[in-house]
């Protein structure tokens, strides 16, 4: 078990933390109860994760990291929403069935004493609560939470939601309990999909549609056009910022310009000034969706800049394949301003850099 929850760690901090921090509050409720571990049990749990968890953090050190900064902007009220946020979109993520996680204590109160069904409800609110409480997530830049922190409880949620059905189904026929699975597996309904925006699907189905008909997305259409005009010497800025990186993957011949700084870092020092912000215009700008507004207006604001617009692609600017459901479409956009929300391509007069 040292050994695992080290593993753990070396792995990810947060999820370490949250393991932990469930395994000591299920230890102190129930199992000290069934097995009281002796001193030499927690030296031979403790010491091998301290010794050797202690030289890890020292080389890979998450306080010396901006996101500690970053973590620090939240206050304890603002944890709390991030506890809630935790709670309410590893229901609407579909990593759990909430009416059926719901359900789980209320049905060891009302008589059907399964100790699981309490115990692994306590397990989740523990881990999405101390989750929360060291999540770098900022609560004012979003308003829900990073599911993906929440993975390691989908085989808890689904193991607690088919006790739930076993006990509601148990002196029904077979057909019932099915009925019943997929109904709670297949769609969002006891999720409360009918009350999100999203309303009430199938996301099997959906997910199957998708492989079978797949949306456009702006990063395919992007790649395709820079791979068929944009020469291996030429350069691109590309904004929002943050949409560089899929394009470097699916069209890596161009030089993406403009991703650091100046001055630079000493590391970065040697580096040809089209990396460094401001300093050798690109050749191209790639600006998608409503940045364009902003990138027209620093265009007309340089002088002798010679930027011309010489293209747009017809695609909903943003990326909506995303694995969170709540970010997901399966289908493709329509409906959408062609003015602003778009792909524009300007492209400077002359010469390449």
């Avoid at 939470?145 to 989908?154: A, C, E, H, K, N």
């Avoid at 050798?280 to 604001?301: E, H, K, N, S, T």
Wanted: aromatic fraction near 14%; charged fraction near 15%; proline fraction near 7%.
């Amino acid at each position: 078990m040292s050994l695992l929850l080290l593993a753990v760690l070396s792995s990810h901090y947060m999820t370490f933390a949250a393991l932990a921090g469930a395994m000591a509050v299920d230890y102190l409720l129930w199992q000290r109860k069934v097995r009281r571990l002796s001193l030499m049990d927690w030296l031979v749990l403790l010491a091998p994760l301290v010794v050797l968890g202690s030289i890890v953090v020292l080389i890979w050190n998450p306080l010396l990291s901006g996101i500690t900064k970053q973590a620090a902007e939240n206050g304890f009220a603002d944890r709390l929403t991030l506890f809630w946020w935790n709670l309410r979109d590893l229901n609407r993520g579909e990593f759990a069935v909430g009416i059926l996680l719901l359900l789980a204590p209320m049905l060891y109160f009302s008589g059907k004493r399964n100790l699981y069904l309490l115990r692994g409800t306590v397990c989740i609110a523990v881990y999405c609560f101390v989750m929360a409480m060291v999540s770098p997530q900022p609560v004012n830049q979003t308003l829900v939470s990073d599911v993906r922190y929440l993975i390691p409880l989908i085989p808890l949620s689904m193991a607690l939601a088919v006790a739930v059905i076993g006990i509601l189904t148990r002196k029904a026929p077979v057909w019932v309990a099915i009925a019943f699975g997929l109904v709670a597996f297949w769609t969002n309904l006891l999720n409360g999909g009918p009350c999100f925006p999203e309303g009430f699907r199938s996301t099997l189905k959906n997910y199957a549609s998708e492989l079978l008909d797949p949306p456009s997305d702006p990063y395919t259409v992007a790649a395709k056009w820079i791979s068929d005009n944009v020469s291996e010497d030429q350069s691109i800025w590309v904004l929002p910022d943050y949409m560089n990186y899929p394009l470097m993957y699916h069209a890596p011949k161009a030089m993406y310009a403009w991703q650091l700084k100046w001055p630079p870092e000493p590391q970065f020092k040697d580096l040809p000034a089209i990396h460094f912000q401001g300093r050798v215009p690109p050749d191209y700008i790639i600006a998608f969706g409503p940045v364009v507004q902003q990138v027209r207006q620093l265009i007309a604001g340089w002088q002798n800049s010679g930027y011309q617009q010489i293209a747009t692609i017809d695609c909903f600017w943003h990326d909506e394949f995303r694995p969170e459901l709540f970010w997901r479409s399966f289908k493709t956009r329509t409906g959408y301003n062609p003015d602003t929300d778009i792909i524009h391509i300007f492209k400077k007069k002359g010469g390449t850099n």
